[in-house]
T-cell receptor, first 114, second 114 residues
Framework: DTGVSQDPRHKITKRGQNVTFRCDPI?????LYWYRQTLGQGPEFLTY????????KSRLLSDRFSAERPKGSFSTLEIQRTEQGDSAMYLC????????????FGPGTRLTVT | AQKITQTQPGMFVQEKEAVTLDCTYD???????LFWYKQPSSGEMIFLIY??????QNATEGRYSLNFQKARKSANLVISASQLGDSAMYFC???????????FGAGTTVTVRA
């Protein structure tokens, strides 16, 4: 059983460009989460899915951010018109639907906006 | 929203000794879960241990144990017999049972000395 994978691991982009990140959860997990972590801080919740339904979005998720999980398997997080303040580590996690509260994280995508 | 406080920004511990990492939380809810994660310099968040608010016994996982004091709203992590590979950032986190998203503290950096 493979863990959570994320792609790319690193992304450098210029301000104003759009970027898209992908997350593949553990195969039997039906919940998928996105978090953002800035340097020296703990991760902050962005959004989560149960199967293909996006059930909650944080106020941190401005209208430039959109997340999808079209078939209830992998997920994508897109940031449009990137700003320097978007520079952070974007972490994806997954968990079982019932009885499993712990979330398992991927290696993250480090975004640098220049 | 729940608030997680980790008051120790950094700690040094001698190899083979035990170390206790402090975590306090603030909530008026009765149903919640407490988690500890390890984040090495590589960046991946590694799940260590979970304690449910209704669990009467303290959780243990190998060299990790969680000292849960519900009345004091504290969930300290004890790492016994420290190893060099334990050097990392450690995060305390909390979620409500039916809410799933994790709220993290600011973290504690542990450095194990040979």
């Amino acid at each position: 059983d493979t863990g959570v994978s994320q792609d790319p691991r690193h992304k450098i982009t210029k301000r104003g460009q759009n970027v898209t990140f992908r997350c593949d959860p553990i195969s039997e997990h039906n919940r998928l989460y996105w978090y953002r972590q800035t340097l020296g801080q703990g991760p902050e919740f962005l959004t989560y899915f149960q199967n293909e339904a996006q059930l909650e979005k944080s106020r941190l998720l401005s209208d430039r951010f959109s997340a999808e999980r079209p078939k209830g398997s992998f997920s994508t997080l897109e940031i449009q018109r990137t700003e320097q303040g978007d520079s952070a580590m974007y972490l994806c996690a997954s968990s079982l639907g019932t009885g499993g509260y712990e979330q398992y994280f991927g290696p993250g995508t480090r975004l640098t906006v220049t | 929203a729940q608030k997680i406080t980790q008051t120790q920004p950094g700690m040094f511990v001698q190899e083979k000794e035990a170390v206790t990492l402090d975590c306090t939380y603030d909530t008026s809810d009765q149903s919640y879960g407490l988690f500890w994660y390890k984040q090495p310099s590589s960046g991946e968040m590694i799940f260590l241990i979970y304690q449910g608010s209704y669990d009467e016994q303290n959780a243990t996982e190998g060299r990790y144990s969680l000292n849960f004091q519900k009345a004091r709203k504290s969930a300290n992590l004890v790492i016994s017999a420290s190893q060099l590979g334990d050097s990392a950032m450690y995060f305390c986190a909390m979620s409500y049972i039916n809410d799933y998203k994790l709220s993290f503290g600011a973290g504690t950096t542990v450095t194990v000395r040979a």
